[in-house]
Nanobody, 115 residues
Framework: QVQLVESGGGSVQPGGSLRLSCVAS????????MGWYRQAPGKERELVAT??????TNFADSVKGRFTISRGNANTVYLQMNSLKPEDTAVYYC??????????WGKGTLVTVSA
């Protein structure tokens, strides 16, 4: 089992920046990839960015050039969000996939981008 706890959400004006953090605990040795997804009101959850244990990254087209993802160590992942737009407003969820391809999710952190 893997437990994920997100932090760093909040309110910011358009053009601002936020950094999300996610810390994993439990069977962290089994984690292969980690990432971030988001769900805006009335919409389905969507991929934001992922990073594998080898450092390969993948980004949604809507955030390319504005967001970066990084791993601090085996159990931490960050999402640096720059040039935020109102359409980035959503609950952001941390995700981890282990070597058995099992998915784990955090409870989410709210990001609000508004003037």
């Amino acid at each position: 089992q893997v437990q994920l706890v997100e932090s760093g959400g909040g309110s910011v004006q358009p053009g601002g920046s936020l950094r999300l953090s996610c810390v994993a605990s439990g069977s962290i040795f089994s984690i292969n990839a980690m990432g971030w997804y988001r769900q805006a009101p009335g919409k389905e959850r969507e991929l934001v960015a992922t990073i594998t244990s080898g450092g390969s990254t993948n980004f949604a087209d809507s955030v390319k050039g504005r967001f970066t993802i990084s791993r601090g160590n085996a159990n931490t992942v960050y999402l640096q969000m720059n040039s935020l737009k109102p359409e980035d407003t959503a609950v952001y969820y941390c995700n981890a996939v282990n070597i058995f391809r099992q998915d784990y999710w955090g409870k989410g952190t709210l990001v609000t981008v508004s003037a």
